[in-house]
């Protein structure tokens, strides 16, 4: 075929296979300009870490006025584009309205960061410094932004969480939909494959391994078969839990105690109460009180395979 016979069939399919066109609608947020938010919005978040030449402290103000103001003229810009797309009225002025209750938010956001960065350096002893684990460690980047998408999700902000959050996964093969809650003191450690749902919580000082999913088990329809939308489906995280490589728990109704460990590979869709240890057991998971002083491998040792020693975890 000739470049003219494929633009004659193209133009056919968008006007008779509809559903993935976007033609004379309001215009949409840019991937491109989404995508360099994000990465200014790391810039602020860790001064001195991403940029080519070094930062001063002298040259620290001139440096954040330039950047703050880049990132405000482009996030007003797509905050407007997505309230445009909701039908929000007055769009213009309440985009600038939430860009500046989001970007108020951002000493806040610093203040948390520093404690999944604190987190990961004392949960993983390969951590050589705070330096290595900023620059080069794929939860500092995919935690950081969902934190601040989580800003713009609760402005009721659309789209545009979204699509921060999947610029990390992207990057890093970690998915945190915006909307999950996470507290301080949150490590990935190796991170790939990680799933946490939109109605997920986690608390604080919780360490997830790689392959963990905090999913739904299945979606409630209306009467029509479509999924609800806004209902409870992930699971809920405690305080102080680790959970291990490829461990799967799912349903809005499932929690885990806080002070307990998931071991690799487990099936969860019923709760855990605080101070468990779940485990296989053959074909069975095995839930047990986890008990005094008993230590998990891999604390300070980094190991992350998710593995328990025999006379811990594995023993009834």
């Known amino acids: 075929m000739h470049l003219d016979d494929i633009k004659k069939a193209l133009l056919d399919s968008y006007r008779n296979d509809g559903g993935i066109n976007h033609l004379d609608g309001v215009n949409l947020p840019s991937q491109a300009s989404v995508n360099q938010l994000a990465a200014d919005l790391m810039h602020l978040l860790f001064p001195g870490y991403f940029e080519e030449?070094?930062?001063t402290e002298k040259a620290l103000p001139a440096h954040v006025s330039k950047l703050l103001k880049q990132i405000d003229d482009r996030l007003v810009a797509e905050v407007e584009k997505c309230l445009r797309f909701a039908r929000v009225p007055d769009a213009a002025a309440a985009a600038r309205a939430r860009t500046t209750a989001m970007l108020g938010e951002l000493p806040a956001l610093r203040k948390l960061v520093q404690t999944d960065v604190a987190a990961a350096y004392t949960g993983d002893p390969a951590a050589r410094s705070v330096e290595e684990i900023i620059v080069a460690y794929p939860c500092v980047l995919v935690i950081s932004l969902q934190r601040l998408a989580h800003v713009l999700y609760h402005l009721g902000v659309p789209l545009l969480p979204r699509m921060l959050t999947e610029y990390a996964h992207e990057r890093t093969g970690c998915d945190i939909h915006p909307g999950a809650r996470l507290g301080s003191h949150f490590f990935i450690d190796h991170g790939t494959g990680v799933v946490i749902g939109e109605t997920a919580t986690v608390g604080s000082h919780v360490k997830l391994y790689q392959g963990v999913t905090l999913g739904a088990k299945s979606f409630e329809t209306d009467p029509d078969?479509?999924?609800?939308?806004?209902v409870k489906r992930h699971p809920d995280i405690g305080d102080h839990v680790t959970i291990y490589a490829h461990a799967t728990i799912?349903?809005?109704?499932?929690?885990?105690?806080?002070?307990?460990?998931?071991?690799?590979?487990v099936w969860l869709m019923k709760s855990v109460p605080a101070d468990s240890v779940a485990y296989f057991k053959g074909d069975s998971v095995v839930v047990r009180s986890r008990r005094k002083h008993e230590a998990l491998v891999g604390e300070?040792?980094?190991s992350g395979v998710g593995a328990v020693a025999p006379e811990t975890m594995w023993e009834i």
């Open 53 to 55: 030449s070094g930062l």
């Open 250 to 265: 799912l349903g809005g109704d499932t929690s885990v105690g806080a002070h307990s460990i998931i071991g690799s590979n």
């Open 225 to 230: 078969g479509n999924p609800v939308k806004g």
């Open 300 to 302: 300070g040792q980094g």
